[in-house]
């Protein structure tokens, strides 16, 4: 099969690693990719959204299978793209179409069909520019702190937790009348703040059956401790610990089941993975968010973990016999360490040359913000690698992870070293 990967992250490289060693795999594509995805397939030099490059590309290189990474090709339609041409429609594409990619692309959506599918989830309201005063005097009759989510896509930066009355009128003034955010905060979601521990539990689904992949926990703080500005993410480990059996059953039972009979019952198709962002209140499962995409850096924490070919599951999901497909674990844990520039979150340098990585024996590294010119790999964005270890113990999974971030250099390099402490 001739496979093409969407996207050029950490995420993307973890796929293309895994998808890499299929035996049903002929060749691989990866647009754009990175430094590092060409050890894997080929770098293809398109845009995202350049949906039409991107169709011309699949043609002509007889692409069996489309595997889109991030959202924002998802949510602006490339399924449905795909769908709409007589030339393209055969070609399965492994994404929700637009109106499944609502699940992430409004969380406003998100919320009422939650409400409406009884999936268990945070108090909420939503206001847009013209409500601003009932959102004002809807702030009044909360507890703090409260939670106010721009509606749309806002790069992972949208939601803010406001500890005082003052801080959430400001802040919804600033959103909504002064488009703090642009145009995804045209709508914001004022939502209760949840106590308790959060994790991601990731689903594949052929829009009927599904399976349920490992679950994971990120780390999204800058500083050690879980401080300071939140990131796009700067660690992860799977299995969770706390996420025992009885735990995962109520999330199949009170979650995972209902969303996908949502879905029917409202009419969407859905062909991918579901991200279920959940927070563990007193051993009940909530939803924070859904996304309609694998997480990143939890792909690269996942991914390792799953022992059988992923392709064969992909398969699945594009011929909708996802159920007679079985997937083998590891029993090991993996732990992920991101390496960011300097100044990350804010602003950044880019450009800087990355060395050592070919020492790294024991972890996977994964490529994520990096360009490579004339020959040497170099830093092209906030986060630049992730550095993944597999071990028998969740203890010796983060002293190798963090070991081996160590052993990387580039001017400005950070990471933290505390990736899953409040587990042990």
């Avoid at 206001?127 to 004002?136: E, H, M």
């Avoid at 993975?273 to 909530?286: A, C, E, K, Q, S």
């Avoid at 059988?308 to 674990?329: I, P």
């Amino acid at each position: 099969m001739n496979i093409l990967i969407i996207g050029s992250g950490g995420r993307e490289s973890a796929f293309a690693w895994k998808i890499a060693q299929s035996p049903q795999l002929t060749q691989l594509y990866i647009a754009p990719g990175n430094a590092g995805t060409g050890r894997y397939g080929q770098n293809v030099p398109l845009k995202v959204t350049d949906f039409d490059g991107i169709a011309d590309f699949v043609l002509q290189h007889s692409i069996d299978m489309v595997l889109v990474g991030p959202e924002e090709p998802l949510v602006k339609g490339i399924h449905d793209y795909f769908l709409d041409r007589t030339d393209l429609r055969d070609i399965p594409v492994i994404g929700p179409q637009r109106a499944g990619a609502q699940l992430e692309g409004s969380k406003d959506f998100a919320k009422q069909f939650m409400v409406r599918h009884g999936v268990p989830t945070a108090a909420s309201r939503s206001f847009d520019k013209a409500t601003l005063a009932d959102g004002l005097a809807y702030l009044e009759t909360q507890k703090l702190p409260i939670v106010l989510k721009a509606d749309g896509l806002a790069a992972g930066k949208g939601v803010l937790i406001c500890t005082t009355l003052d801080e959430a009128k400001k802040e919804l003034q600033a959103m909504l009348a002064d488009a703090k955010f642009g145009e995804a905060s045209s709508k914001v979601v004022i939502e209760e703040y949840l106590t308790g521990i959060e994790l991601s539990v990731f689903v594949l689904t052929d829009g009927d059956s599904y399976k349920i992949l490992p679950a994971a926990k990120d780390y999204k703080r800058i500083g050690e401790g879980d401080t300071g500005l939140n990131t796009g993410g700067m660690g992860s480990v799977s299995p969770v610990p706390f996420a025992d059996n009885e735990f995962l059953d109520k999330v199949e039972e009170r979650i995972i089941v209902p969303t996908i009979n949502g879905l029917k019952k409202d009419g969407i198709p859905y062909k991918g993975f579901i991200f279920i962002g959940l927070m563990n209140v007193g051993g009940d499962p909530y939803v924070i968010e859904y996304n309609v995409r694998m997480g990143d850096p939890e792909t690269e924490s996942v991914l390792p973990r799953i022992d059988s070919d992923l392709l064969d599951l992909l398969q699945g999901v594009a011929k909708g016999d996802l159920f007679e497909r079985s997937f083998t674990l590891s029993p090991k844990t993996a732990a992920t360490v991101v390496l960011v520039s300097g100044g990350y979150p804010g602003n950044f340098e880019s450009g800087k040359a990355i060395s050592n990585v070919e020492n790294v024996k024991d972890s996977i590294v994964f490529h994520a913000g990096t360009k490579e010119e004339n020959g040497v790999v170099q830093t092209a964005g906030g986060r630049v690698l992730a550095v993944t270890a597999l071990e028998d113990t969740l203890f010796d999974a983060l002293q190798q992870a963090t070991a081996d971030a160590g052993r990387i250099y580039f001017e400005g390099k950070y990471f933290r070293k505390d990736i899953g402490f409040d587990l042990l």
